[in-house]
């Protein structure tokens, strides 16, 4: 339940609209919904402005369904990532609005849209095979409120194609640079712009890249000061800072946050 949400129940009650014995129902599974394999943090979003993420790889379309169940009863959205097609159908069942995200692989449900920040987001990504975590970053981010836009293939193998979009990446406000191989493209990013870059490694390349680990060491040894770096094809994590740092610069709280259930 988010603050806004929260506020519209009290101000119900006062003007009569609500009971309270109704209110208390609504109420009930604060501050957290223990369902015995998940303790579904309600208060989450009231502390930090956005309620908790579900991280559904390892769990059961059981469990998943019964997470963003909860979730969704209480109004906020809901963001399942790293998910399945059998996770999405249990989920459909307990929320016929949701949307499954083909390439991400994540399920959403908008039904409290967050505060809007006009300052872009741009996530850029190396190559057609990163794809998949710069999709996660970017759905993450929108549910977040940002305005996101994508650029994708412009990998330093064919350098025009990135210096071709030089404009478009000047305007963000921060960017999320997704990159295999041998990572190098959060560094050229990094010089051609102003603003911070959050680095992400793939798990994109051949035997000697190591499952994204030659690239997470080429981007924690990059020489481009304004380069951060999250793990390996953590697309949502990077999502995650982006919107700290925008909302930061805007004057919102800095706290506004997720984070996955383990």
Do not use: W
Not at 12 to 28: F, H, I, M, T
Not at 165 to 182: H, N, P, T
Not at 210 to 220: E, H, I, N, R, S
């Amino acid at each position: 339940m988010n603050r806004d949400i929260l506020r519209q129940l009290m101000v119900a009650v006062q003007s009569g609209e609500v009971l309270p014995d109704e209110a208390c129902d609504r109420l009930k599974n604060l501050p957290f919904d223990d369902l015995g394999y998940a303790k579904v943090d309600h208060h989450r979003s009231l502390r930090t402005g956005m309620p908790e993420v579900i991280y559904a790889a390892g769990k059961t379309a059981t469990q998943v369904a019964g997470i963003f169940g909860s979730m969704a009863a209480s109004g906020v959205n809901v963001l399942a990532t790293r998910s399945t097609r059998e996770q999405f159908e249990a989920v459909l069942k307990v929320a016929p609005l949701a949307v499954f995200h083909d390439v991400s692989r994540c399920i959403t449900l908008n039904q409290s849209p967050s505060e809007q920040h006009p300052s872009l987001v741009a996530i850029v990504c190396a190559g057609t095979s990163d794809l998949p975590v710069a999709e996660e970053a970017r759905v993450t981010a929108e549910l977040m409120g940002n305005t996101v836009e994508l650029i994708a293939d412009v990998g330093v193998a064919g350098l025009h194609r990135l210096l071709a979009q030089r404009i478009r990446l000047q305007e963000a406000s921060v960017l999320i640079v997704c990159a295999g191989m041998e990572g190098a493209l959060p560094s050229v990013v990094g010089g051609l712009v102003s603003a911070p870059i959050i680095a992400v490694p793939t798990s994109v390349g051949y035997g000697a890249s190591f499952g994204g680990v030659a690239a997470l060491l080429g981007m924690l040894n990059s020489c481009s000061p304004n380069v951060s770096v999250v793990n390996i094809d953590n697309g949502f994590g990077a999502a995650y800072i982006a919107t700290l740092i925008n909302r930061t610069r805007h004057g919102s709280a800095a706290t506004h946050s997720q984070r996955p259930i383990e």
